[in-house]
Antibody
């Protein structure tokens, strides 16, 4: 059974840093395209970042230069390092798996999602 | 990259059909068959309902169907049921920033 469990959220002051984790089970993280998607309170979904099976990484303009996506294949865990946090980064952060596995390219849709972890940036 | 445009809300009585539109541009919806739809009941994570415009994942009722014409994709729910009440989001590949979501539509079952 595929399962994604996020952790690491919490209350952080503006300018601070936080690292989110997403523990995966039931599939091989390194063979899949994995993303972070966030949802501000009462707002819509916003794609944040993706790491390809080959290791390439991409970011939304709103977080580029501040956030870093990575993975630990041995721990089957996806990470999101968030630096220079701003009030507008306040959101529930979901990790999500792309529906296509392998190296031919992502399917650009998400077939499994975690339950999310809340990040609140406030003084 | 601006969000894809969806109506804020649609409603229907049980048994009726409702359609949610998702309007993008030639840089996303109009040029790629990479449109997906997600259902999100309050307080829960999104769930994949449609991928690649028309495909339904295993376990999704065939009451849900997707289509596309030009720069606009659509999700139709036929035979509306109380359990279909939720927020719905479309998403597409975009040449400018890889992924873009729609603004979201609240479906209310009257």
């Amino acid at each position: 059974e595929v399962k994604l469990v996020e952790s690491g959220g919490g209350l952080i002051q503006p300018g601070g840093s936080l690292r989110l984790s997403c523990a995966a089970s039931g599939f091989t993280v390194s063979s899949n395209y994995m993303s972070w998607v966030r949802q501000a309170p009462g707002k819509g979904l916003e794609w944040v970042s993706v790491i390809y099976s080959g290791g390439s990484t991409y970011y939304a303009d709103s977080v580029k230069g501040r956030f870093t996506i990575s993975r630990d294949n041995s721990k089957k865990t996806l990470y999101l390092q968030m630096n220079s946090l701003r009030a507008e980064d306040t959101a529930v952060y979901y990790c999500a798996r792309d529906g296509v596995e392998g190296i031919t390219g992502p399917g650009y849709y998400f077939d499994y999602w975690g339950q999310g972890t809340l990040v609140t940036v406030s003084s | 990259q601006s969000a894809l445009t969806q109506p804020p809300s649609v409603s229907g009585s049980p048994g009726q059909s409702v359609t949610i539109s998702c309007t993008g541009t030639s840089s996303d919806v109009g040029s790629y068959n990479r449109v997906s739809w997600y259902q999100q009941p309050p307080g829960t994570a999104p769930k994949l309902m449609i991928y690649e415009v028309t495909n339904r994942p295993s376990g999704v009722p065939d009451r849900f169907s997707g289509s596309k014409s030009g720069n606009t994709a659509s999700l139709t729910i036929s035979g509306l049921q109380a359990e279909d009440e939720a927020d719905y989001y479309c998403s597409s590949y975009t040449s400018s920033s890889l992924y873009v979501f729609g603004t979201g539509t609240k479906v209310t079952v009257l």
